[in-house]
T-cell receptor, first 112, second 114 residues
Framework: GEDVEQSLFLSVREGDSSVINCTYT??????LYWYKQEPGAGLQLLTY?????DMKQDQRLTVLLNKKDKHLSLRIADTQTGDSAIYFC????????????FGKGTSLLVTP | KAGVTQTPRYLIKTRGQQVTLSCSPI?????VSWYQQTPGQGLQFLFE???????NKGNFPGRFSGRQFSNSRSEMNVSTLELGDSALYLC?????????????FGDGTRLSIL
């Protein structure tokens, strides 16, 4: 697929909110995902949103979707040092089946 | 419920060798996908299997192949290894892989080519 764009780096203070942005490419994507990757680990599914929704809230996580601009964001409230990780945005794209097209990831650093 | 299990976690091989990686999906999941993660290219889709059939394939050479067994477990094989094949190989499973079910990932196999 084409490139899913994310900013590469974000630094926030503990207790602040973090907002990670993503621009996706496929307007026919049915679901959009956020994954978290900690050092030496695989991808942990954080949350996902169906394309007919504008917003989804799940405890400290809020996902906003602007379909017109193909823009997705992940807000983490009350960010903790344990939230430091790489966050990946992913869109579903369909060729002969379904696959995920990932952004390059945003490295979130939370400082005390 | 156990998550996606990948074995081995680490592998060291030399150029020209071949390697087989294994993935056990979450119980009940029938779709297994494989991804390659490198610092330069990021996460790239390799292929997806469903009911023992390859249903979707990414843009990788034929040296990369896979298969799925009747119990949904999957293996990935890379032949004639090259230095550029050094990567983290991630397996993901979902119920049916039709786009409306999230993919759950294992911790990956880190392959190093010397």
């Amino acid at each position: 697929g084409e490139d899913v764009e994310q900013s590469l780096f974000l630094s926030v203070r503990e207790g602040d909110s973090s907002v990670i942005n993503c621009t996706y490419t496929d307007s026919s994507s049915t679901y959009l995902y956020w994954y978290k990757q900690e050092p030496g680990a695989g991808l942990q599914l954080l949350t996902y949103i169906f394309s007919n929704m504008d917003m989804k809230q799940d405890q400290r996580l809020t996902v906003l979707l602007n379909k017109k601009d193909k823009h997705l964001s992940l807000r983490i409230a009350d960010t903790q040092t344990g939230d430091s990780a790489i966050y990946f945005c992913a869109e579903t794209y369909r060729s002969s089946g379904y696959a995920l097209n990932f952004g390059k990831g945003t490295s979130l650093l939370v400082t005390p | 419920k156990a998550g996606v299990t990948q074995t081995p976690r680490y592998l060291i091989k030399t150029r020209g060798q071949q390697v087989t990686l294994s993935c056990s999906p979450i119980s009940g999941h029938r779709s297994v996908s494989w991804y390659q993660q490198t610092p330069g290219q990021g996460l790239q889709f390799l292929f997806e299997y469903f009911s023992e059939t390859q249903r979707n394939k990414g843009n990788f050479p034929g040296r990369f192949s896979g298969r799925q067994f009747s119990n949904s477990r999957s293996e990935m094989n890379v032949s004639t290894l090259e230095l550029g094949d050094s990567a983290l190989y991630l397996c993901a499973s979902s119920l049916d892989g039709v786009g409306n079910q999230p993919q759950h990932f294992g911790d990956g196999t880190r392959l190093s080519i010397l």
